[in-house]
């Protein structure tokens, strides 16, 4: 590795740091910068979890009875050993939901990895903190996490809170490592050390430092912490679920022990009322709720991964949704964040940028502007004065590459401007340029009130024309003298003023009218001009006309006056950060849900308070994305548009699926339990339909339906067309338990209609017990089809891809065909030989169970009313 002394941390072009092959060959032999997480579970370890779940534990008591009734029934052993088999394969869905599931929360934290800024090559890279390599050159800025151990090797006013290892919350004052100085670290702690370590935050300055630890030999390793790894957490919707579950569990126990006394009563058989009672828990246990809670949660965070958003925090995939406002910052979200000068403005006149080339009296507004500028640009608007200097100044004596930058003052919150002291080679005085806010360089240069009135004046009016525009001023300070403390000691004059533009993003005007269209407002915060904020909202689509609230405004009113106001205004200009959190409690105060974006050390407050926030992927600050809900990758605002869909699609499907849950309990139950309550109907033995083996096939078709068909159903048409919906709106509304009741009932009507015309046509228990199984099957898979959509017909779901339903539907007629076609399954469970016309009576009544739902469907779309 080649480490230079630079005298300036944006001075990289010396600096080549490590070779991309040099620190591959670090991370093969060291490991990869991360602290070991908790241990994947083992898939026995997995396997055990399962057997403990209460449906794998019906079954193998189910089998249990089965080798007892064997001991009298010898045959029924096939029976026993069936239900141990279907121990396994349900053990074996399981794990596979399981890696599924694990693999896309493994994807997720690979995303929401640290970044670091790394130099390689000669190359500067932003790569994930993972990667980073002993030896690395990483270049730390305000609101980074520390990615690995390392050593200061140029820094500028740089503090760090160390807290996360010495408890102590004032940041420390770092410096640099002398050239000479070993390269060795020493404990955390304590001012003017050169010494930053892995998790600790960058509060204020930049820097430049070598790592020297990384993963495990870390400070932070060592005590054994653990970062950046996703943590399960206990959602509205999941409370809701647990609820239900435990509710709809202690009903199955209670109904089960009742089944088991009233058939032993009845039957005499007290094995065989045993097994009727574990029937009818298996039947009414909706073990499915969590499984497809856990699998959608998952599986959406990754869908909605696809989109360019990192879900951090899970319940945003519930709140996504019920978004009513976007509060989206301009830069970089809804613009490009690649700003070109536009016009230079000075005393002599304003020159537009194009092809024409610069005439003489602008070259010093440049040049300055350039100087002012750090000499390898990461800001785009440095890089914007760089391009135009290149452009205008190359063969010119106005661009000066020789030169050394002696000393940076760096912008502060009082004053909004910075200054760069140059000295030229031939060691003459200092020449000192300044860049900042009009009205920053204006105090600067100390204009008179006249002055100061014309500069805003142009100001106003090229901000009106959508420029962001930056005043440019120089001074010269003899070298004999030592540097002032602060910049404003300078006698600065007043050069000019620079326009810049940053164009929207092609796809933000769609973007906002998909916004518009699915009920949602869209609000854009800045910190430009109002002419600027009012250009740029038109181009995108927002309501230019509003009135525009500008920060100073803000704070002129309470926050009940800002509560009454914030209705009609959509773009907020000349805000700063801080000001973000009251316009998020101004919004929810009126009843709105949130979604704000921010990208600094200084919006965290209003990223935490908002209900979804959102932070930036690419230029955001680590601190950030820990207060954010969402990260856009992309940082684009029509990826958050692309989530809202996305969000909205999911949570469809995830109620969808609920409802079908539901549902097919209904039938299952009923037909365990009516023939026990009725053993005698018009002095008819009613038989046994359900046990246990019969169960656990049905369980065959329930699991993967309502984990991975509902799952990938595409989106309704209208999923952007309607307006959000509320956020305590419940998943499992009266409306839909009561549509999801009502269906599950014509199932089971029409499964005890064949039933008893079976019963009373004198055909044998065997025969009655196959006709109703099969009926009950047709009957599942019409559910599947009909909850696939709750505004489109079955015929016009078809047209919606969906494999796994295809997969599904295939899968259960065809185990349903092989068990009927077998002697020794239809043995096995209990069956007779059917016949052609008794499997057609059978398809139709499962179809005719339905059809009433697509009828109210048909009705409730007449109306324009939703279904639930």
Same mark, same amino acid.
């Given at each position: 590795m080649s480490v230079e002394t630079v005298t300036n941390v944006n001075d990289l072009r010396t600096l080549t740091g490590l070779t991309e092959v040099e620190a591959a060959r670090r991370l093969a032999e060291e490991g990869p910068?991360?602290?070991?997480?908790?241990?994947?579970?083992?898939?026995?370890?997995v396997a055990w979890e399962v057997v403990k779940e209460p449906m794998l534990l019906l079954l193998v008591a189910a089998g249990t009875v089965n080798v007892l009734i064997s001991l009298q029934e010898p045959a029924r052993i096939k029976e026993a050993l069936l239900l141990f088999v279907f121990v396994f394969v349900v053990i074996g869905i399981t794990l596979y939901q399981e890696r599924k599931t694990e693999r896309a929360l493994e994807a997720l934290r690979d995303l929401s990895s640290p970044r670091a800024l790394v130099v390689r090559d000669g190359v500067q890279r932003r790569i994930p903190g993972r990667e980073v390599a002993r030896g690395d050159l990483i270049v730390l800025v305000e609101g980074d996490r520390v990615p690995a151990d390392a050593i200061m090797l140029e820094c500028s006013n740089i503090s760090v809170d160390e807290s996360l290892l010495t408890g102590e919350s004032v940041p420390v004052r770092k410096a640099n490592c002398s050239p000479d100085a070993p390269r060795e670290l020493g404990l955390p702690g304590g001012d003017g050390t050169a010494w930053v370590y892995s998790g600790t935050l960058i509060v204020k300055g930049q820097g430049l430092a070598e790592v020297l630890a990384t993963g495990p030999a870390t400070e932070l390793g060592k005590i054994g912490a653990a970062l950046q790894v996703l943590q399960p957490e206990r959602t509205l919707l999941q409370r809701d679920v647990d609820k239900l579950v435990r509710n709809l569990a202690i009903m199955g126990l209670s109904a089960a022990a009742i089944v088991i006394v009233v058939s032993g009563l009845t039957r005499g058989d007290w094995l065989e009322a045993t097994l009727a009672g574990i029937t009818l828990a298996m039947a009414m246990l909706p073990e499915e709720f969590p499984v497809v809670l856990t699998v959608f949660l998952a599986l959406g965070a990754w869908r909605v991964s696809k989109s360019q958003v990192l879900t951090r925090r899970m319940p945003a995939i519930e709140t996504l949704g019920a978004a009513t406002v976007l509060c989206s910052d301009k830069t970089g979200t809804i613009t490009q964040n690649r700003m070109t000068v536009k016009e230079l403005s000075t005393t002599a006149g304003s020159f537009h940028v194009n092809g024409e080339p610069l005439t003489e009296v602008f070259h010093e507004v440049v040049e300055y502007a350039v100087l002012a500028s750090p000499i390898s640009p990461f800001d785009p608007m440095d890089t914007a004065f760089k391009v135009l200097g290149d452009r205008f100044l190359a063969d010119t004596e106005h661009l000066h590459v020789d030169w050394t930058l002696v000393k940076e003052y760096p912008l502060s919150e009082k004053l909004l401007a910075l200054s760069h002291v140059w000295r030229s080679p031939d060691g003459g005085d200092y020449v000192i340029a300044a860049k900042g806010a009009p009205e920053a360089i204006a105090d600067l240069c100390h204009l008179t009130k006249a002055e100061t009135d014309a500069v805003v004046a142009e100001v106003s009016r090229?901000?009106?024309?959508?420029?962001r525009v930056l005043g440019v001023a120089r001074s010269?300070?003899?070298?004999?003298?030592?540097?002032?403390?602060?910049?404003?000691?300078?006698?600065?004059?007043?050069?000019?003023?620079?326009?810049?533009q940053d164009p929207i993003r092609e796809d933000v005007p769609e973007a906002v009218a998909q916004a518009r269209t699915a009920g949602m407002r869209v609000v854009m915060i800045t910190g430009d001009y109002p002419g600027t904020a009012r250009s740029i909202a038109r181009e995108a689509g927002l309501d230019a006309e509003t009135h525009i609230m500008t920060g100073p405004e803000l704070d002129g009113l309470d926050d009940a006056a800002l509560a009454a106001r914030i209705d009609d205004i959509d773009v907020f200009a000349r805000v700063v950060p801080e000001q973000k959190l009251r316009i998020v409690q101004a919004l929810k105060s009126r009843g709105e849900v949130v979604a704000m974006t921010g990208d600094g050390v200084i919006d965290a407050p209003a990223l935490k308070?908002?209900?979804?926030?959102?932070?930036?992927?690419?230029?955001?600050?680590?601190v950030a994305r820990e207060a954010s809900a969402l990260v856009l990758t992309d940082d684009a605002f029509s990826s958050i548009v692309s989530a809202v869909r996305v969000g909205r699609r999911i949570y469809d499907n995830l109620k969808k699926a609920m409802a079908y849950i539901l549902a097919v309990h209904v039938p299952i139950a009923g037909m365990s339990l009516i023939p026990v309550l009725v053993p005698k109907l018009f002095g008819v033995e009613m038989p046994l339909v359900l046990m246990p083996v019969h169960i656990a096939f049905l369980e065959l078709i329930i699991d993967p339906a309502c984990s991975v068909v509902f799952e990938g159903e595409a989106e309704e048409k209208d999923i952007m067309d309607r307006p959000p919906r509320g956020i305590d709106?419940?998943?499992?509304?009266?409306?839909m338990i009561g549509v999801s009741v009502v269906q599950g009932a014509f199932v089971l009507a029409a499964v005890l209609g064949v039933y008893l015309w079976a019963v009373f046509s004198g055909h044998v228990a065997d025969d009655v017990r196959t006709l109703a199984f099969a009926t009950l099957v047709f009957g599942n898979l019409a559910l599947i089809f009909v909850n696939r959509s709750w505004s489109h017909t079955i015929i016009g779901g078809l047209l919606a891809k969906n494999n796994a339903l295809w997969w599904v539907t295939?899968?259960?007629?065809?185990?349903?065909?092989? @068990?009927? %076609?077998?002697? =020794?399954?239809?043995?096995? #469970?209990?069956?007779?030989?059917?016949?052609?016309?008794?499997?057609?009576?059978? @398809?139709? %009544?499962?179809? =005719?169970?339905?059809?009433? #739902?697509e009828i109210y469907k048909l009705m409730r779309h007449k109306h324009h009313h939703p279904v639930a």
């Open positions: 910068n991360e602290i070991a997480s908790a241990k994947r579970r083992s898939l026995l370890r090229m901000a009106d024309e959508g420029l010269e300070f003899k070298a004999s003298s030592d540097l002032p403390e602060v910049q404003h000691d300078f006698d600065f004059g007043f050069i000019g003023l620079v326009g810049l308070a908002a209900d979804i926030g959102i932070a930036m992927g690419q230029r955001g600050t680590d709106d419940p998943m499992f509304s009266r409306r295939g899968a259960t007629i065809g185990m349903l065909a092989l @068990l009927l %076609a077998f002697p =020794a399954t239809r043995e096995l #469970f209990q069956f007779a030989v059917i016949h052609p016309g008794d499997i057609v009576i059978c @398809l139709v %009544a499962g179809i =005719a169970s339905v059809l009433w #739902f």
